[in-house]
């Protein structure tokens, strides 16, 4: 009887334990690559919501000679009620007016009202706009709450890869692993 139940008794074998763990193991490699992915592709995104932004902002002072926000011409665009000052910069109220300029010319699609905070998202779920930059003596696309790493891939990507230089700059250095605010050049 002794003998009966030994006989029956079976563990794993190391070959079994083996697969077990390389299934495993291609499963936690398939679920990270996945997330990779999905950042890239929204890296990819960001990067191209930044560039129809840039051109849009471009045509808009090519047909009025002006940047949009900043414009000061009585009813340009057709039906626009705010104006800027139009000293080349995007400063104050200005930064809320000029996404209603890109829609009221037709350059852009949306509905802006010129407010407050009424700018569009950005692939990472946070807000972007145009604003004056001091530090870079120009108007810049901001673009808030910009995970650390991902701030770093752009800076090393289409500039030079450090924070405080260059025509991409960063709230704070790249170690920081706080979010940032990212000021992109126009």
Request: glycine share 8%; aromatic share 12%.
């Amino acid at each position: 009887m002794e003998r009966l139940r030994k006989a029956h008794k079976h563990g794993f074998t190391l070959v079994e334990l083996a697969l077990v763990l390389v299934i495993i193991g291609l499963l936690i490699t398939g679920v990270l690559k996945g997330e990779a992915l999905i950042q890239n592709a929204k890296v990819k995104k960001l990067v191209n919501q930044k560039e129809s932004i840039t051109a849009a902002y471009y045509t808009f002072y090519d047909k009025y000679g002006m940047y949009p926000g900043d414009e000061n011409i009585a009813n340009a665009p057709r039906n626009d009620t705010h104006n800027g000052n139009g000293d080349g910069q995007i400063t104050g109220n200005e930064r809320w007016y000029l996404f209603e300029d890109l829609v009221l010319a037709e350059i852009i699609n949306g509905s802006y009202a010129g407010v407050a905070n009424d700018v569009p998202t950005h692939p990472f779920g946070s807000w972007l706009r145009i604003e004056w930059y001091a530090s870079l003596q120009s108007n810049c696309i901001w673009l808030n709450a910009i995970p650390y790493d991902i701030a770093e891939l752009l800076d090393r990507k289409y500039d030079d890869g450090v924070y405080n230089t260059g025509s991409i700059r960063a709230n704070s250095a790249y170690t920081n692993t706080n979010a940032k605010v990212v000021y992109w050049r126009m």
